[in-house]
């Protein structure tokens, strides 16, 4: 168990919808990620947020966006969902928002959009 | 552009013969990098990272990697394989110069131990 924790596990959803998926870091980590892990695109960097404010930027649709709360738990909310975004969603935390240190990942939330 | 490649989407060993899974990587400042591994229906769990000084790195459950900065690779290792290895390998970089822990993975590794 990484101290990670995400739900729901599974989201299951029609195209079109709304959903929020919910992630609570470690017990005094400040940064949060999301990871995408799909089939034809891999494990892909969406987010990063340190201590409350955006950080880093990946290949996050406009359709998505996300936040960290002043708890430090983070959201992200994927909005007139695709087939495509059928995914596994993970979020991972860590103590500082610089690279060298490890991050460590939830156990993820399968989303399928029908 | 930041990248890894892990060339061999398959490695197929014997129980109790060493393994290597290979990983190779691209990034324009020093590299941070680290190897992740998932069972089905599991999150990532962290096995090792290289961030400076010793090239090998030992790591969990009898893992370790060899950073080799000319030929830009660091291929993940251990002495005598297991069956409960069994398992999808990524290999991931952070570029050093960068302020952010933006990870790049690559594709993943199924590694396959029989018994």
């Known amino acids: 168990d990484s101290g990670v924790t995400q739900t729901p596990k599974h989201l299951i959803t029609a195209t079109g919808q709304r959903v929020t998926l919910r992630c609570s870091p470690r017990?005094?980590?400040?940064?949060v990620y999301w990871y995408q892990q799909s089939l034809d695109q891999g494990l892909q960097f969406l987010i990063q947020?340190?201590?409350?404010?955006?950080?880093a930027k990946g290949n996050i649709l406009e359709r998505f966006s996300a936040q960290q709360f002043p708890d430090l738990h983070s959201e992200l909310n994927l909005s007139s969902l695709e087939l495509g975004d059928s995914a596994l969603y993970f979020c991972?935390?860590?103590?500082?928002?610089?690279?060298?240190?490890?991050?460590?990942f939830g156990p993820g939330t399968r989303l399928t959009v029908l | 552009a930041q990248s890894v490649a892990q060339p061999e989407d398959q490695v197929k060993v014997a129980e109790g013969n060493p393994l290597t899974v290979k990983c190779t990587y691209s990034?324009?400042?020093?590299?941070?990098l680290f190897w992740y591994v998932q069972y089905p229906n599991r999150g990532l769990q962290f096995l090792l990272k290289?961030?400076?000084?010793?090239?090998l790195v030992k790591g969990s459950y009898g893992f370790e990697a060899e950073f080799n900065k000319s030929q830009t690779s660091f291929h993940l290792k251990k002495p005598s394989a297991l069956v409960s290895d069994s398992a999808l390998y990524f290999c991931?970089?952070?570029?050093?110069?960068?302020?952010?822990?933006?990870?790049?993975f690559g594709q993943g590794t199924t590694l396959q131990v029989k018994p």
């Open positions: 991972a935390s860590s103590v500082v928002a610089g690279g060298a240190d490890t991050q460590y």
């Open positions: 017990s005094g980590d400040l940064s």
């Open positions: 947020y340190y201590n409350g404010e955006e950080r």
């Open positions: 990034v324009s400042g020093n590299p941070y």
């Open positions: 290289y961030i400076t000084g010793d090239n």
């Open positions: 991931a970089v952070v570029d050093g110069s960068s302020n952010t822990g933006k990870l790049i």
